[in-house]
């Protein structure tokens, strides 16, 4: 079925880069998708790459696709302590009609 | 222009009792999808709806259902309820049916049951 799994947490000191990784299972995603969680908030969407791509590059983010191994990761430049929330991969599956996430990764952003 | 609204912020409700959460889309969206987000984990598809139709369910029992309005706004009702359905419920907005290029998240609306 189809699943998306990310390591549920990272710590970094800010100014450093931030590499947020996820793994999924479903071999014909189309797009693929972070989102960003504050506390007490609803999911913001940060960035999306088509399945076609490799990279897609948005001011500090960079997204990198590896369609082989079926791995997306976020690389945030320059870390801030306003970066400091819960990061969640997610996929666009077969159907077309739904999005799965994965847990989220809680990112701490240290001072 | 407004965001995705949805009413109420916050709810507690009994065991046994029946809920109706609200959602309006951001103008010119015409599809919505319902999220339970469960504390600790990430969002699991509920329903989505796109011109007033029912275009894809997700795994959940039958105590939950969604209708679409003409003016594209939104409510999801869940019957008899169980502890186990307090979670923070989302609803997303997006252009078309499938969403392609992601979904605008309301801030939700978090349901306790006791």
């Known amino acids: 079925g189809e699943d998306v799994e990310q390591s549920l947490f990272l710590s970094v000191r800010e100014g450093d880069s931030s590499v947020i990784n996820c793994t999924y299972t479903?071999?014909?995603?189309?797009?693929l998708y972070w989102y960003k969680q504050e506390p007490g908030a609803g999911l913001q969407l940060l960035t999306y790459?088509?399945?076609?791509?490799d990279m897609k590059q948005d001011q500090r983010l960079t997204v990198l696709l590896n369609k082989k191994d079926k791995h997306l990761s976020l690389r945030i430049a320059d870390t801030q302590t306003g970066d400091s929330a819960i990061y969640f991969c997610?996929?666009?599956?077969?159907?077309?009609?739904?999005?799965?996430f994965g847990a989220g990764t809680r990112l701490f952003v240290k001072a | 222009d407004a965001g995705v609204t949805q009413s109420p912020t916050h709810l507690i409700k009994t065991r046994g009792q029946q809920v109706t959460l609200r959602c309006s889309p951001i103008s010119g969206h015409k599809s919505v999808s319902w999220y339970q987000q469960v504390l600790g984990q990430g969002p699991q598809f509920i329903f989505q709806y796109y011109e007033k139709e029912e275009r894809g369910r997700g795994n959940f029992p039958d105590r939950f259902s969604a209708r679409q309005f003409p003016n594209y706004s939104s409510e999801l009702n869940v019957n008899a309820l169980l502890l186990g359905d307090s979670a923070l419920y989302l609803c997303a907005s997006s252009l078309g049916v499938g969403g392609g290029d992601g979904y605008t998240f309301g801030s939700g609306t978090r349901l306790t049951v006791v």
């Open positions: 997610a996929e666009r599956g077969t159907g077309g009609f739904k999005t799965i």
């Open positions: 790459i088509f399945s076609n791509m």
């Open positions: 479903d071999s014909s995603s189309t797009y």
